[in-house]
């Protein structure tokens, strides 16, 4: 299953520590952490593919970093479509090789279901798979903080109370309407 996580600004460490454990059951294989001042990026694996810890996450390349959690069903032939020195078996490092060759569009090449984070520099890309299978939250505030669970965000909020609008329209069309969240008070 695996988890991303990370947070983009000033941030507390033990914060952040502990909301990155609230998504330990999702990737209990690994741990990985990349911590520079204003960022904490982050990784829970489950070790599916390449279960070797040569392909553990966030993965580095150069300036790039890589949180990825999912499936990439195409890896192995974008893999032999990309020239790029593979040092491993996993679909995480294909991504990262599809991303220098297309860019953002990168993501038009993909078959699968996924959520992602990149980090290229200083710039931050998430992407999700065109339905949504894999979840993927997000939450701007002083700093801005993303996960694969809602409830790893909520450490960041100054109250979590359900918007029962949000919930309505997620029945309705099982997702919440713009400008509706699931919870209020942010």
Not at 24 to 41: A, E, M, S, T, W
Not at 73 to 84: C, H, I, P
Not at 124 to 140: A, E, I, N, S, V
């Amino acid at each position: 299953m695996c988890a991303i996580f990370g947070i983009i600004g000033e941030y507390n460490e033990t914060k952040a520590k502990n909301a990155l454990s609230l998504l330990k059951h999702r990737g209990p294989d690994y741990c990985g952490i990349v911590q520079k001042k204003n960022l904490f990026f982050a990784h829970q694996r489950l070790s599916i593919v390449d279960s070797h810890h040569r392909s553990h996450q966030p993965r580095k390349h150069n300036n790039i970093l890589l949180s990825f959690n999912g499936e990439i069903y195409n890896f192995k032939a974008l893999k032999r479509e990309l020239d790029f020195d593979f040092e491993t078996e996993s679909d995480s490092e294909v991504i990262i090789a599809a991303y220098l060759k297309w860019g953002v569009d990168f993501v038009q090449h993909l078959r699968g279901m996924f959520a992602i984070a990149l980090m290229d520099g200083d710039t931050l890309y998430l992407f999700r798979d065109r339905l949504g299978k894999k979840p993927l939250f997000y939450l701007q505030g002083d700093s801005f903080v993303f996960a694969s669970e809602i409830k790893a965000l909520k450490p960041f909020l100054s109250t979590c109370k359900l918007n029962d609008d949000a919930l309505l329209s997620y029945l309705s069309f099982l997702a919440p309407t713009p400008p509706q969240y699931f919870l209020r008070g942010y």
